[in-house]
Every structure is written in structure tokens, then in C-alpha cells.
């Protein structure tokens, strides 16, 4: 028996194993890369459930005290109370609350009268919101989202998925 056999056999187990661990660094890779995308999104949800709760009480309170409020006096009094309506749902230290993303999304889609990509529009967003930078995962979770509550249409073309604004005929219907 030659040693040249036993040379190959060994030069393609240290090829194989070098494949292997460049594969197994990319997974690891792209799993890190998943991972912080998730942590994003957590963090997101979180502030969503944060808003919701902080706006629930509000509101709450602001309907009771509307179906309390006897008729005639509506006048003033009604100016009155929307403006406190109005600051009682205002973010901390009376700023604004921040728009839904769906709400801005739906804005955007709006203005383009073709189909587009979610892409186009997480670049819109961010260029138009500098505050808000949402992962392109959340740019399209929330578009698959106005797609189920009709809000929204999805177009497919091969692998290439655009979206538009459904907007209601003139009877009302989208």
C-alpha cells in the first residue's frame, strides 16, 4: 500500500471540514443577524403595547364622560372638552402622539399611483421620519397586515411582491 491514498483521503477530510466550518460561520452569521432583527422587533411590540396601554385610559374616560354630557350644553363647553380630550392624549410633555406606522405607510402608498415595493416605502418613510426606522421585516409584516384588513393590496409579479393603496369607489366600496 501507497501512502498517496491515505494523503488523499486526508486532504478531502480537511477540505470537507474546512467547508463545513465556513458553512457553519455563515449560519452562525445569519442567525445573529435574525436575532437582532427579532430584538428590534421586540422592542417595538413593546412600545406599542406601552402606547396602547398609556392611550386606553384616556380614552376610556373621554367616551363615559361624551355619553354623560347632556345635549345643550354643547356650545363652548364641547370646544372645551375636545381640547382637553385632545391633550389628554398627547405623548409626554404635550407632544404629539406618533403616528401608526400602518397609518403612515397607508399615506405613502397614497401618493404613488403604480404598485410598490416595501422597500420604496421604508425609504420613504425614513427619509420623510427621521425618527422612525423600522426593520424592513416590520415595513412588511405590518403592509401583510393592512393586506388582510383590505386596506391594502398585494400585487405578485415572480418573486417580486408591490403593494397599493385600496382606495374606495365612489358608493363607499374599496
Known sequence: MTRH??????????EQAASDL???????????????????????????????????????RAAKAGAARDEAAQGDAA???AAKGDAAKAG???APPRPLLGDLLEEL??????????KELRDELMAEHPGRNPTPQVVRN???SLVAKGRVR????QRSVRYTLVRPGPDGTG
Open 79 to 81: 370646544k372645551g372638552d
Open 154 to 157: 398585494r400585487h405578485k409579479e
Open 109 to 118: 402608498l397614497g401618493r404613488h399611483h403604480e404598485p410598490c415595493p416595501a
Open 92 to 94: 409626554p410633555h404635550g
Open 5 to 14: 491514498p491515505a494523503s488523499t483521503l486526508r486532504s478531502r477530510y480537511v
Open 142 to 144: 405590518t403592509l401583510e
Open 22 to 60: 465556513e458553512k457553519n460561520h455563515r449560519r452562525q452569521q445569519e442567525l445573529a443577524e435574525e436575532l437582532r432583527v427579532l430584538k428590534q422587533e421586540e422592542a417595538l411590540l413593546g412600545e406599542i403595547l406601552s402606547l396602547a396601554e398609556r392611550y386606553e385610559a384616556p380614552a376610556g
